[in-house]
């Protein structure tokens, strides 16, 4: 194991104890134990879709997979915020990264380092919280499906540029091989692959911009 993986881990633990700390901190017992079964159901949702095949990560091309556990991530920071919105996030790195692990093939193979699977996704699902709650502030817009749904296609979008743009800072001279080539078959290779990336994350977001509006809205009334 690496330097950098250690420090990683290392980083990451003390995180998630502070931040269990202060998320056990800020809720009265009674609220605790309502919220521990809200995250069992999610962690039950994220866990099924990534080690279930082809629910979660949808194989397009060996090596390169459609992911959906964004969704539940987004209905997750709609209904409760940044904080939880960072728990499934974190949830949602961990599966990608065991998915890498067992699968560490094609493009597949960066995400067996955790800073590339765990740390985007974590960013993702607090910028999600955030956002969300922004939106909150403004009751009218916040019960709007076509405003959430805009801003799950949005947020879906930035969760593939925070992937790519931690791939751009950790491994800058492999992501330029892969992407930038000499050759006029390199390039068609290249001008390929990005446009199935391209169509995957419009697919993934055209789908969460249907369902977090609907199903959020409906988990709200419910709970």
């Known amino acids: ?3 950098q993986t250690i420090v990683f881990w290392i980083l990451l633990v003390l995180w998630v104890l502070s931040f269990l700390y202060g998320y056990k901190k800020s809720f009265p017992s009674s609220i605790k134990t309502k919220d521990i079964a809200v995250n069992a159901i999610f962690f039950a949702i994220i866990l099924v879709m990534g080690f279930v095949p082809q629910v979660g ?3 397009i091309i060996p090596g390169l997979s459609l992911t959906l556990l964004h969704i539940p991530v987004l209905i997750g920071s709609y209904l409760y915020g940044w904080k939880k919105g960072a728990l499934l996030g974190l949830l949602f790195g961990v599966t990608s990264w065991i998915e890498a692990l067992l699968n560490p093939t094609g493009f597949n ?3 067996i380092y955790p800073w590339v699977s765990i ?5 993702f699902g607090i910028l999600s919280g955030l956002f969300f709650q922004l939106l909150r502030k ?3 817009i916040y019960a ?3 405003a959430v749904g805009g801003i799950s296609f949005l947020l879906t979008c930035l969760h593939t540029v925070l992937v ?3 791939l751009f800072v ?3 001279s492999e992501l330029s091989a892969l992407f930038i080539g000499g050759s006029s078959l390199v390039n068609g290779v290249t001008f390929t692959f990005l446009a199935v990336i391209a169509l995957g994350m419009l697919g993934e977001a055209t789908l969460s911009a249907l369902v977090v509006p609907s199903v959020g809205r409906g988990l709200q009334r419910l709970i």
């Open 1 to 3: 194991m690496s330097t």
């Open 57 to 59: 990560y949808i194989t």
């Open 109 to 111: 193979a960066f995400f």
């Open 119 to 123: 740390l985007p996704r974590v960013l």
């Open 138 to 140: 403004t009751p009218k």
């Open 144 to 146: 709007n499906g076509l």
């Open 164 to 166: 790519f743009l931690d």
């Open 170 to 172: 950790f491994y800058p």
